[in-house]
């Protein structure tokens, strides 16, 4: 990564700090040395060779400090739950403590002191837990990557076309891909759900590899992809669409010794003056459906009338 660019992601973490600061009541030395620790996890699991640009590094960081919060928050949890079971057994043994003729008043109080720091505790743990919940919330409303596939999310994709679409008329060709995967919902009865989210992992990654460096590749929601191609002709763009097609119809996925193939269907349309994000997206939702009636695993394109 570039000076400049580590530069900038350096100010990114340095204003992220300063926000944690002031968004809690106090902050102690531990607590600013444990976020400090967080980042540099953070730092360290982040792949430079998946770095296309700065803008990705910096949502890379704040989806994997998101992943970080989600693991602490499971730990709080595991934690607590340790903390209620024990508190109820510490209940369950001073309520049979009790029924004794036996006077143990001394052992009693103990008990009693015990029980009620754990009730403490465990009060402390849930405004915790319930705590890290608001902050992980944030961040996913903030984040512009998708959670499970790490491309782009479709906040960011919206994001995008109300900046291209404000612009009217455009110095270069743009042409949208709306990516389906075909038979997905058999895929999910068949195997489950857990296979379903490694093959839109595995999409995702596949049109990274396939795709030139300034191309976007968006999760639009469940099994579609949309794909942004700049500066590029029409002929182009579908040589890129159908190497997609044979790219993954190529590959499979291997899951508990078992092979798994997949297909994908495309529409696609190119951006004229004037277009809304609405127009870009019936129209090639129009090619997407003649991709699917026509048979699946090709591409399908839907001019503009007139042009």
Same mark, same amino acid.
Do not use: W
């Given at each position: 990564?570039?000076?400049?660019?580590?530069?900038?992601?350096?100010?990114?973490?340095?204003?992220?700090?300063?926000?944690?600061?002031?968004?809690?009541?106090?902050?102690?030395?531990?607590?600013?040395?444990?976020?400090?620790?967080?980042?540099?996890?953070?730092?360290?699991?982040?792949?430079?060779?998946?770095?296309?640009?700065?803008?990705?590094?910096?949502?890379?960081?704040?989806?994997?400090?998101?992943?970080?919060?989600?693991?602490?928050?499971?730990?709080?949890?595991?934690?607590?739950?340790?903390?209620?079971?024990?508190?109820?057994?510490?209940?369950?043994?001073?309520?049979?403590?009790?029924?004794?003729?036996?006077?143990?008043?001394?052992?009693?109080?103990?008990?009693?002191?015990?029980?009620?720091?754990?009730?403490?505790?465990?009060?402390?743990?849930?405004?915790?837990?319930?705590?890290?919940?608001?902050?992980?919330?944030?961040?996913?409303?903030?984040?512009?990557?998708?959670?499970?596939?790490?491309?782009?999310?479709?906040?960011?994709?919206?994001?995008?076309?109300?900046?291209?679409?404000?612009?009217?008329?455009?110095?270069?060709?743009?042409?949208?891909?709306?990516?389906?995967?075909?038979?997905?919902?058999?895929?999910?009865?068949?195997? /489950?759900?857990?296979?379903?989210?490694?093959?839109?992992?595995?999409?995702?990654?596949?049109?990274?590899?396939?795709?030139?460096?300034?191309?976007?590749?968006?999760?639009?929601?469940?099994?579609?992809?949309?794909?942004?191609?700049?500066?590029?002709?029409?002929?182009?763009?579908?040589?890129?669409?159908?190497?997609?097609?044979?790219?993954?119809?190529?590959?499979?996925?291997?899951?508990?010794?078992?092979?798994?193939?997949?297909?994908?269907?495309?529409?696609?349309?190119?951006?004229?003056?004037?277009?809304?994000?609405?127009?870009?997206?019936?129209?090639?939702?129009?090619?997407?459906?003649?991709?699917?009636?026509?048979?699946?695993?090709?591409?399908?394109?839907?001019?503009?009338? /007139?042009?």
């Amino acid at each position: 990564m570039e000076k400049d660019n580590l530069k900038s992601l350096v100010t990114q973490i340095y204003e992220e700090l300063l926000n944690n600061i002031d968004s809690q009541g106090k902050v102690d030395k531990k607590e600013l040395i444990g976020y400090l620790q967080n980042v540099i996890t953070t730092l360290q699991k982040m792949d430079d060779t998946e770095m296309d640009s700065i803008e990705h590094a910096k949502i890379t960081f704040s989806n994997t400090y998101k992943e970080i919060a989600n693991k602490s928050l499971s730990s709080y949890k595991e934690t607590n739950g340790k903390f209620e079971e024990l508190s109820k057994r510490h209940k369950e043994t001073l309520d049979e403590a009790k029924d004794y003729l036996i006077d143990l008043p001394s052992i009693t109080q103990q008990f009693d002191d015990i029980q009620e720091h754990m009730t403490q505790e465990v009060e402390k743990a849930n405004n915790v837990i319930q705590h890290l919940n608001q902050q992980i919330k944030a961040l996913e409303e903030d984040s512009n990557l998708d959670a499970l596939t790490k491309v782009f999310n479709r906040r960011a994709l919206n994001t995008y076309l109300e900046k291209v679409t404000q612009k009217g008329k455009l110095q270069h060709e743009l042409h949208l891909l709306l990516l389906d995967i075909d038979d997905f919902k058999s895929i999910n009865d068949t195997y /489950g759900h857990v296979v379903g989210d490694k093959i839109l992992i595995f999409i995702a990654n596949l049109l990274r590899k396939t795709l030139r460096d300034g191309d976007k590749v968006f999760r639009y929601g469940g099994e579609e992809f949309v794909i942004i191609l700049n500066r590029i002709s029409k002929k182009k763009c579908e040589e890129i669409a159908k190497r997609i097609l044979r790219t993954v119809s190529g590959n499979s996925l291997l899951y508990k010794g078992e092979t798994i193939n997949v297909t994908v269907s495309i529409g696609a349309t190119k951006y004229h003056e004037n277009d809304t994000a609405i127009d870009l997206f019936e129209r090639a939702d129009k090619a997407l459906y003649r991709s699917k009636g026509l048979g699946k695993n090709q591409l399908n394109t839907e001019c503009k009338h /007139g042009n």
